[in-house]
């Protein structure tokens, strides 16, 4: 069984880019695809990129996401920061092998 | 548009049994290439996957809640249920319905759609 592992908090300024790492602890990364989601106080989360890079219709070409074998991470890049962007973010994957759900314990993103 | 409600009791007993119910709006639960699942978000923590059921009727648990979730469909009412059994403070939490699409037959992608959630408060 794996898990996924974030940073607790990152922050940064606003116009700058920020990258939040999702790590896998076994197994490969890419052998299942990473989702990330963006979840503001008092809501639901909402997908802001899926199966690694794909962003959903509605998310600014300000996410993107990318997937590197030789850390096993997964990576949310968030350029152009906007206030707006300061929330909760969470990756999560799929254990084919083990068939479950797995979210990594969520990066609060503080844009100051 | 879809949507997803869940409703039940907002306050549940120490080794009661907890019943959430996830009604879905706007489109059919037995439509294929769609899992149905619960996620739960304690105050202050992160999110965690409960519990899934395909549209065949296949379930899925989390193995840390398994001996105690049931997760069932009643696609004349279009809903889908939870059942956790035994409960205890730790099972306080936002508890949120949300429905994961699927391309490609046994890899579900992201959870699209998602209710507001309800606070769950297990207290005597």
């Known amino acids: 069984n794996f898990m996924l592992t974030q940073p607790h908090s990152v922050s940064e300024s606003p116009g700058k880019t920020v990258t939040i790492s999702c790590t896998r602890s076994?197994?490969?990364?890419?052998?299942?695809?990473v989702q990330w989601y963006q979840q503001r106080p008092g809501s639901a989360p909402t997908t802001v990129i899926y199966?690694?890079?794909?962003?959903p219709s509605g998310v600014p070409d300000r996410f993107s996401g990318s997937i590197d074998s030789s850390s096993n991470s997964a990576s949310l890049t968030i350029s152009g920061l906007k206030t707006e962007d300061e929330a909760d973010y969470y990756c999560?994957?799929?254990?084919?092998?083990?068939?479950?759900?797995?979210f990594g314990g969520g990066t609060k993103l503080t844009v100051l | 548009q879809l949507q997803l409600q869940e409703s039940g009791p907002g306050l549940v007993k120490p080794s009661e049994t907890l019943s959430l119910t996830c009604t879905v709006s706007?489109?059919?639960?037995?439509?294929?290439?769609?899992?149905w699942g619960w996620i739960r978000q304690p105050p202050g923590k992160g999110l965690e996957w409960i519990g899934s059921?395909?549209?065949?009727?296949?379930?899925y648990y989390n193995p840390s809640l398994k001996s105690r979730v049931t997760i069932s469909v009643d696609t004349s009412k279009n809903q889908f249920s939870l059942k956790l059994s035994s409960v205890t403070a730790a099972d306080t939490a936002v508890y949120y319905c949300?429905?994961?699409?699927?391309?490609?037959?046994?890899?579900?992608?992201?959870?699209?759609?998602w209710g507001q959630g309800t606070l769950v408060t297990v207290s005597s």
């Open positions: 949300a429905r994961a699409r699927e391309e490609i037959v046994g890899a579900p992608l992201d959870f699209d759609y």
């Open positions: 706007g489109g059919s639960i037995s439509s294929s290439s769609y899992y």
């Open positions: 059921i395909y549209y065949s009727g296949s379930t």
């Open positions: 076994s197994g490969s990364i890419a052998s299942n695809y």
């Open positions: 199966e690694d890079n794909q962003r």
């Open positions: 999560q994957s799929y254990d084919s092998s083990n068939p479950r759900w797995v």
